[in-house]
């Protein structure tokens, strides 16, 4: 069954430094995705993309983040002065065109900033 | 503002017992609503996914069912077993954002052997 993979699954940076998580998409997938759950908390939207370009974003998804997909097969998050408050587990998740159809999540990456 | 919400929060019952996982939403507008499993540390399992114009989906041991107009689903697992113990999250997409989920906190369960 099409999966999609993240790396890395687990990273720890310093206080301001920039990170970059990456995803590898289901291959005919055209929506892609970025959730976060911080510990104990409910999984929170980031980010959804199409197209090349950001479709929506929260609120948490703020200057500090960006997202590219660089060669059509990697998309990546970008934080780019990390705070502790970043530290979570940061899911990555595509689904294709159908609406009707559900998403499907990456195993994540737990980000801990210290 | 779309909100979710799973009762109980956690729950330990023996091996065999059926048993039933509660999600409610407050706007009932939504486009479909996906169950997940969790497992500790893990990523997003999708076990089944409801269009909002079904009543109940099926999938081995588990079947949910979605009452759109009262805002309620509930995720019924029968013979339970050991390996079931996870944390099920509740998931809907609203019909008017482009595809964000919005999740509940989740159901801790825990299946004593």
């Known amino acids: 069954e099409p999966e999609v993979t993240q790396t890395p699954s687990h990273q720890v940076t310093q206080m301001g430094q920039e990170v970059i998580l990456r995803c590898v998409p289901i291959s005919n997938h055209l929506y892609f995705y970025w959730y976060r759950q911080i510990l104990g908390q409910k999984v929170e939207f980031l980010v959804s993309?199409?197209?090349?370009?950001?479709?929506?974003k929260s609120e948490i998804f703020d200057d500090q983040f960006s997202v590219e997909r660089p060669d059509g097969s990697n998309f990546t998050l970008k934080i780019r002065s990390t705070k502790l408050e970043d530290s979570a587990m940061y899911f990555c998740?595509?689904?294709?065109?159908?609406?009707?159809?559900?998403?499907?999540f990456g195993s994540g990456t737990r980000l801990t900033v210290v | 503002k779309q909100e979710v919400t799973q009762i109980p929060a956690a729950l330990s019952v023996p091996e065999g017992e059926n048993l039933v996982l509660n999600c409610s939403f407050t706007?009932?507008?939504?486009?479909?609503l996906q169950w997940f499993r969790q497992d500790p540390g893990k990523g997003l399992t999708s076990l089944l996914l409801?269009?909002?114009?079904?009543r109940e989906q099926t999938s081995g041991r588990l079947n949910a069912s979605l009452d759109k107009s009262s805002g309620r689903s509930t995720l019924y697992i029968a013979a339970s077993q050991p390996g079931d113990s996870a944390t099920y999250l509740c998931?809907?997409?609203?019909?008017?954002?482009?595809?964000?989920?919005?999740f509940g906190k989740g159901t801790k369960l825990s299946v004593k052997p």
């Open positions: 409801i269009q909002s114009s079904q």
């Open positions: 706007d009932s507008a939504i486009y479909n």
């Open positions: 998740a595509s689904r294709d065109r159908d609406r009707a159809f559900g998403y499907t």
């Open positions: 998931a809907v997409k609203d019909g008017g954002s482009q595809g964000n989920l919005i």
């Open positions: 993309f199409y197209n090349n370009e950001i479709s929506e």
